[in-house]
């Protein structure tokens, strides 16, 4: 069994950055991808970025330059550093881990933008 924990959420101005962690456990295949994605009220869940276990990255178009994941294989930990951040990116915010044809989330953070 895979177990996500996020933590890092919160109530952020417009223009502040926040830092979000996840860390996994369990019997993990080392060749993985990790990734967050966010929902806000009302909308589709997205992407907004993703990492394979050999550095290969993938943002959303409406975080690039603004959001930078990186992940710890060996701890098996991903990282979303977002900065400049807008109330659009308000939502909740989930850790996903994947390989093959299996899938895992985590609980979800909150991230709020607001003044």
């Known amino acids: 069994q895979v177990q996500l924990v996020e933590t890092g959420g919160g109530l952020v101005q417009p223009g502040g950055s926040l830092r979000l962690s996840c860390a996994a456990s369990?019997?993990?295949?080392?060749?993985?991808?990790m990734g967050w994605y966010r929902q806000a009220p009302g909308k589709k869940r997205e992407l907004v970025a993703s990492m394979s276990r050999f550095g290969s990255t993938e943002y959303a178009d409406s975080v690039k330059g603004r959001f930078t994941i990186s992940r710890d294989s060996a701890k098996n930990t991903v990282y979303l550093q977002m900065d400049s951040l807008k109330p659009e990116d308000t939502a909740e915010y989930y850790c996903s881990l994947s390989w093959a044809s299996n899938e895992y989330w985590g609980q979800g953070t909150q991230v709020t933008v607001s003044s």
């Open positions: 369990g019997n993990i295949f080392s060749i993985n991808v």
